[in-house]
């Protein structure tokens, strides 16, 4: 059986658009990405879903916590669920948060270091290092309540796809622009719809066949 990892943000654990405060209500295993990767790719294959509201790329959140950095969770996360044949990294969008002050090129730098630890760990098959799947989030949709947390995240965001390939093609791991698939949700402007939870699904599982030779 082939394991593939989902790494990412509020998107991965299935957060749908709210606005900040609102009660959240998760998205059923039936709606979200990874789950549907998991159904689109059918027996053979094991998606563990690793998403975290908040997480940043490497960056220490000074409100919403240190555990929200993405780096500090990652080693681990590869050990405890190790051999993993794929990992599918999803961050970033995070990182446009205003109290950052980030440039797209140092927000694709921060998910190239991830990249970068991946690529070095052993927990692969037979101790080589996973393969990685890097996934540009899609720009921010107009914003409503986030968008004072999120001021000026819009021209950064549609930024970021160029970055990410830059990032992708020094490593030579694989890319895919989720913002040529999906678009964030009008309601909020960085969550999903059901809908786009389903395209994203399946457009991952299409590559992941085409990376796992299965």
Request: hydrophobic share 40%; net charge negative.
């Amino acid at each position: 059986m082939k394991t593939v990892l989902c790494y990412g943000d509020s998107n991965t654990w299935g957060c749908p658009p709210v606005q900040p405060g609102q009660d959240v209500a998760r998205y059923g295993r039936e709606v979200r990405w990874g789950s549907v990767l998991r159904a689109a790719l059918g027996p053979g294959y094991w998606v563990l879903e690793e998403g975290l509201g908040g997480r940043t790329t490497v960056w220490d959140d000074p409100i919403e916590g240190e555990h929200k950095n993405g780096k500090r969770y990652l080693l681990p996360c590869l050990e405890s669920h190790a051999p993993i044949d794929l990992v599918a990294l999803m961050l970033g969008t995070n990182d446009l948060k205003r109290r950052f002050g980030l440039s797209a090129a140092d927000i694709a730098a921060g998910a190239g270091v991830l990249v970068d630890i991946i690529l070095r760990s052993a927990c692969g098959p037979q101790n080589r290092a996973p393969q990685v799947l890097l996934i540009c989030p899609p720009p921010t949709a107009q914003l409503s309540g986030f968008a004072e947390l999120f001021a000026e995240a819009g021209e950064k965001s549609r930024a970021l796809a160029r970055e990410y390939q830059r990032e992708a093609e020094l490593r030579g791991c694989a890319f895919l622009d989720a913002g040529q698939i999906i678009s964030s949700s009008e309601r909020d402007g960085i969550h999903f719809e059901a809908d786009a939870h389903q395209a994203l699904g399946h457009a991952v599982a299409r590559l992941v066949r085409e990376l796992l030779g299965a």
